[in-house]
């Protein structure tokens, strides 16, 4: 039309000279002759010879094409609007179902659209027929009273300027009690009504029909405007008020919400994205550096911030015999406490969050982040709901891994298989060790020789066979060199533990309600429960959809030194791969890094932008009375020097508990540096007698020439000065001259 108007522009003012100047000449030919001749125009429109009788078909051909151009032009407007129409009667009465209040609104703009449409009745449709066969036209019943049946049978008035469309009620019958009375501003978030609806909705008289109407569509002649309905939920006291009338009411269709659900903070200043220590230890030190700030934790598990390390040592060798409710456990100090690091009542609840005075630490359990959009700095959650924040922390940790034999053997074998990680997995194995008679752990390393001293204690007791297999020559052979990883496997037989050695595992099945190990020497073991305890893959579940770098050596999330992935984004623990000044790009999986890692996150969260440059710290303990802590790296391809030394009363995990205080032994850190490395000069080191008695000693982890790790074996709380080894980086022409640091020759 518009393409039409233009060459009318164009052409108009010549037409109209040409048909000026044709009647001012048979004017003055009249005059002059005394009669009227024939009009013959001088300048001529038409390319034929004159007096012709074609002179203004031109003219007339440009109205002709322009009004069958206006016509042509209203026929396609007023068609698609109908087809737009269809479509949205279509997709409305596809909706969940809606409040019955909202049929007052269908009412009134029904009402007006019949006096809008009264002028615009003699305009003729191009198409009126699927008005008729619409969806909601077609429903199987009526409940409508004959009073209020125009609403069903209302014409659709259209107009190419505007054609307000009103949607029949939906005539199936729900139940009003499920749905509670929302207000307008609840129910429709916009609506779409003409200027001259000036009532709202909520002052008109209740409904009495059983029917559930759709929102009313306005349908404008550039773009249909969507009417976006929230579906309301309803609060305890309409639920209650609501419960007597349900009973006698037909049942429903469920309603399923589309809205973010009620305890789902919309956003958060401080989001940590995992539940375990490291997150815990970023929102105390958030907390620590801005009082006032609000940190929320959104955790998979069910459970509140706990540590790990109990679930395989101190919690196997409680006597209480509801420990697995209770959670609590006596530390080789004797002194109890809880898995948990803070009570229930320390963080506050997530949906009160953003409303308490001075901030808090809210967790949200049961719910699992599965996107993250960093341009957007929002995260979605497993059931749909959006979390806005300023900066993030991933927080996740690592899933157990399992192995490949396993997988593919079966259901049968995996539901008599646990993987160690969780607090229902240590409720689980506790109560197995108590029904069947046989368990073999998979795995030599900490947790497998950890959980198999633990079940070996019990053995006896229950009458359990406890069996461990692993590749390696003796219990953690990745670790300790090898003939301190052979006397830890004599100390793990003495518990009652049957250790199998140089053990390949080639498959796995289930016969006779016994599951068969097969190694690939031939060997045979039959067992009623596996506990595989074979490493720990860190997740990395976000990584695609949040376009973090991944290490393809470690794994784990790529971090700068301040634990950085992006500029408002860090991360902790398990999940992420740093740099090491001292020792290179790592990835630690231990307790003590997960808490320094956490510490320093949250600081960094809150504008510290320090590095990384603490050597964490990890521990095992077989038993009471048997020990270590590492630092550094700590592996048994590497060439080691061991100064041993004999082990006194408090030369035990035990003793050593009593003296700190705690149970966990990264907590009783002072974080102090030590001063300058002295030997000792006030104690003769008595010689040592050995005869493979391994006491106490220290072990030098050798790259180079230069010490890059230390365990210390039965040696307890000299942690800093290790620590301050290893910054160094020197070499040491005499490594028991430095062993002397660490006073192992003291009575």
Not at 715 to 733: L, S, T, W, Y
Request: charged share 25%; proline share 7%; with cysteine.
């Amino acid at each position: 039309m518009f393409k039409c108007k233009t060459v009318w522009n164009k052409l108009a003012p010549l037409a109209r000279a040409s048909s000026t100047l044709c009647l001012q000449n048979a004017r003055k030919s009249a005059l002059r002759h005394g009669r009227r001749l024939e009009m013959v125009q001088k300048a001529q429109m038409s390319s034929g010879p004159a007096g012709g009788g074609g002179e203004n078909t031109l003219y007339y051909v440009l109205i002709g094409a322009t009004c069958l151009g206006t016509g042509v032009y209203a026929y396609r407007t007023v068609s698609g609007d109908k087809e737009r129409y269809n479509e949205r009667m279509i997709e409305i009465g596809s909706r969940p179902k809606q409040g019955p209040q909202a049929a007052e609104a269908v009412a009134k703009v029904v009402t007006e659209s019949k006096e809008d449409a009264a002028p615009l009745e003699s305009i003729p449709e191009p198409s009126s027929e699927p008005v008729k066969s619409e969806p909601v036209a077609e429903e199987p019943t009526l409940t409508e009273p004959p009073a209020e049946e125009p609403l069903v049978t209302e014409a659709v008035v259209e107009s190419t300027e505007t054609e307000p469309a009103a949607e029949a009620p939906v005539t199936e019958p729900i139940v009003e009690a499920s749905i509670p009375e929302p207000t307008v501003e609840n129910t429709i978030r916009e609506p779409v009504v003409e200027a001259s609806v000036t009532e709202p909705v909520a002052e008109a008289p209740a409904v009495a029909q059983s029917e559930e109407p759709l929102a009313p569509v306005v349908e404008s002649e550039t773009e249909p405007t969507p009417v976006i309905i929230a579906e309301c939920v309803p609060e305890a006291s309409s639920v209650s008020e609501s419960a007597a009338d349900s009973k006698a009411a037909p049942a429903a269709e469920p309603v399923e919400p589309t809205a973010a659900p009620s305890d789902v903070p919309e956003h958060a200043p401080y989001l940590l994205i995992g539940g375990g220590t490291a997150s815990f230890a970023a929102a105390r030190s958030i907390r620590a550096r801005d009082p006032g700030a609000r940190v929320l934790i959104v955790t998979e598990e069910s459970d509140l911030p706990y540590m790990r390390p109990p679930l395989s040592k101190e919690l196997w060798f409680s006597d209480d015999p509801k420990v697995i409710e209770t959670l609590r456990f006596k530390q080789w100090n004797g002194k109890e406490r809880s898995i948990y690091f803070q009570p229930p009542s320390f963080y506050v609840s997530p949906a009160d969050l953003a409303k308490v005075e001075n901030g808090g630490v809210a967790v949200l359990t049961g719910r699992k982040v599965v996107h993250m959009d960093v341009r957007g700095n929002k995260v979605t959650l497993s059931d749909g709901a959006e979390i806005s924040y300023e900066k993030c922390l991933i927080a996740t940790g690592g899933v157990p891994r399992n192995l490949q034999v396993i997988d593919r053997a079966g259901e049968e074998v995996m539901k008599r298989t646990t993987l160690f990680r969780k607090i229902e997995d240590f409720r689980s194995l506790e109560k197995i060790s108590r029904e069947v008679k046989s368990i073999t752990i998979i795995g030599g390393g900490f947790l497998g020789s950890e959980l198999a001293c633990a079940l070996g204690r019990r053995s006896t007791d229950v009458g359990l066979e406890v069996i461990q297999m692993f590749p390696e020559k003796g219990n953690m052979g990745k670790v300790l060199p090898e003939y301190l990883s052979n006397w830890t496997t004599e100390k793990v037989r003495k518990e009652g533990v049957s250790v199998i050695t140089d053990a390949l595992v080639k498959n796995v099945t289930y016969k006779n309600d016994k599951l068969e190990i097969k190694l690939k020497d031939g060997r045979l073991f039959k067992t009623d429960h596996i506990v595989a305890a074979v490493g720990l893959e860190p997740s990395m579940e976000l990584a695609k959809s949040a376009g973090l770098e991944v290490d393809s050596d470690f794994g784990g999330y790529r971090v700068n030194a301040e634990l950085q992935a992006r500029s408002n984004i860090w991360v902790a623990g398990d999940a992420a791969c740093f740099y090491d000044i001292n020792l290179g790009r790592r990835r630690v999986e231990h307790h003590d890094h997960a808490v320094v890692s956490g510490r320093l996150a949250g600081e960094n969260m809150t504008g510290a932008s320090k590095p990384y440059w603490h050597q964490s710290m990890f521990w095992s303990d077989l038993g009471p009375d048997v020990g270590y802590e590492a630092i550094g790296i700590v592996d048994s391809s590497l060439p080691t020097v061991g100064v041993f030394a004999k082990a006194t009363a408090k030369d035990t995990p035990k003793a050593a508990t009593e003296q700190s205080g705690t149970g966990i032994r990264s907590e009783s850190e002072t974080e102090a540096v030590a001063g300058a490395l002295t030997a000792e000069t006030t104690a003769t080191p008595p010689p040592i007698q050995q005869e493979e008695d391994y006491g106490k000693g220290v072990i030098f982890y050798l790259r180079d020439q230069v010490v890059v790790g230390i365990v210390l074996w039965n040696v307890f709380n000299r942690m800093p000065i290790a620590r301050k080894i290893i910054k160094d980086g020197e070499q040491h022409a005499d490594l028991n001259e430095v062993a002397k640091l660490f006073n192992i020759h003291e009575d």
